[in-house]
């Protein structure tokens, strides 16, 4: 393996271990404010960060995204992503062992899969190469896409349903937008586009994906089970990472036939492993409560 990559792998793996820490910190945090308002943003905001343990969870994934941009610029995307979400299983660890939070035998094998299905991908990536050129009209068109899947996921929060559903439903959407700034991200760093790649409509769109899935994954951390969240957001954006590494830039599904199986089985398995995840909604309430009583 290239010393590059070999980096890479390593900043992704810090990477994991941040943004799972980051993600229990906010959701301390996220709990114990005001109810997120999407049409009240900066007052929201302000809220958030007026809690030192989400300004502590955002500082931690400052972080961790300084790490995931120094992975994406030295590793394949769809390899690097993978290695994140390998790291899912750090988030059961981090939860139970300093979070004081109780990670179901559900949980627990639907974070085990998840890790299984992401490694996996990631192993079955064959190509070491950093895949870097991308054609515009194949970012164009895949973020776009990927945007209207995330606006899906928001529309369905309004329909009646258990408070989990739409915490889910928020972290997904939140998760795919994160994922749409990551591909800008990349794009950003091949520089194979010049000036254009600087300035490109999918830096603009990478900024405001990334606004959206702040608010997004806030208002998810209030209302969900935190584990079942956190893992359904750090999902969501590796899956659309790895699937945009694929189709924008060229990163090879596979080798042969079996390959090819083998990673569409994992994704399918990553996908049936977040839905193992979520917990009951009454215990995420009771959670809440606590977490509000002991205040900031």
């Known amino acids: 393996m290239r010393p590059a990559v ?31 308002d999407f049409r009240q943003p900066l007052q929201s905001a302000a809220a958030l960060f007026r809690s030192k343990w989400f300004l502590a ?13 120094g992975a994406l610029a030295l590793a394949p995307l769809s390899l690097a992503q993978a290695v994140i979400s390998g790291g899912i299983v750090l988030l059961g660890l981090f939860a139970e062992r300093f979070f004081d ?12 899969l998840l890790g299984i299905g992401m490694i996996a991908l990631g192993v079955t990536a064959h190509g070491e190469r950093n895949h870097s050129r991308y054609g515009m009209l194949a970012i164009g068109a895949f973020e776009v896409g990927a945007v209207v899947l995330g606006l899906v996921c928001v529309m369905g929060c309004r329909r009646e349903g ?48 990334a606004i959206a899935a702040f608010f997004a994954t806030a208002r998810s951390l209030q209302i969900g089970n935190a584990v079942g969240v956190i893992a359904a957001t750090n ?15 060229g990163d090879p599904l ?43």
Do not use: M, Y
Not at 13 to 29: F, P, R, V, W, Y
């Open 57 to 69: 969870g955002w500082i931690a994934a400052v972080g961790a995204w300084l790490l995931h941009v």
């Open 235 to 249: 999902s969501a954006a590796n899956v659309l990472g790895i699937v945009g590494g694929i189709v924008v830039f």
């Open 6 to 36: 070999l980096a890479g792998l390593v900043l992704a793996l810090g990477c994991a271990a941040g943004a799972s820490l980051s993600g229990l910190l906010k959701q301390k945090g996220a709990v114990q404010v005001r109810d997120v």
């Open 162 to 209: 258990r408070r989990e559903q739409t915490g889910l439903l928020l972290g997904i959407a939140g998760g795919i937008f994160f994922g749409v700034s990551d591909i800008s991200i990349k794009a950003v760093t091949a520089g194979s586009h010049g000036v254009l790649g600087l300035i490109g409509p999918w830096s603009v769109l990478g900024i405001l994906t």
């Open 254 to 296: 596979g080798q042969d036939s079996a390959t090819v199986v083998g990673r569409l089985l994992a994704f399918v398995l990553v996908v049936s492993a977040v839905a193992l995840v979520p917990a009951p909604v009454r215990a995420h309430d009771a959670v809440r409560r606590t977490a509000a009583a002991s205040g900031a």
């Open 101 to 112: 939070l109780h990670v179901t035998r559900r949980q627990w094998a639907g974070l085990a």
